[in-house]
Nanobody, 115 residues
Framework: QVQLVESGGGLVQPGGSLTLSCAASESIFSINAMAWYRQAPGKQRERVAVITSYGIREYVDSVKGRFTISRDNAKNTVTLQMNSLKPEDTAVYYC?????????WGQGCLVTVSS
């Protein structure tokens, strides 16, 4: 069974950048679409970005032009490059399949955007 571990979160000032990485315990090649989700305090979890095995990407409107999702099936990784971060990007970020598998939710990584 695949397990996903997120890393790369932290505290960053508004306008800064962070890169989140998601490492899978085994091949994710068979999972067509992988995504990054986030959950801000007091809000529901939302999908931020998704990438298919063909490299087709989609983003929620609030991060378009600022975030970039990528995947490396050979290395079993999914990455989220986040630029021009805003305080409203503060959340716990998770990677999972799209649609998500309940058993793949990990601990996530906290991203805090604050001056």
């Amino acid at each position: 069974q695949v397990q996903l571990v997120e890393s790369g979160g932290g505290l960053v000032q508004p306008g800064g950048s962070l890169t989140l990485s998601c490492a899978a315990s085994e091949s994710i090649f068979s999972i067509n679409a992988m995504a990054w989700y986030r959950q801000a305090p007091g809000k529901q979890r939302e999908r931020v970005a998704v990438i298919t095995s063909y490299g087709i990407r989609e983003y929620v409107d609030s991060v378009k032009g600022r975030f970039t999702i990528s995947r490396d099936n050979a290395k079993n990784t999914v990455t989220l490059q986040m630029n021009s971060l805003k305080p409203e990007d503060t959340a716990v970020y998770y990677c999972n399949a799209a649609p998500p598998y309940v058993e793949l939710w990990g601990q996530g990584c906290l991203v805090t955007v604050s001056s």
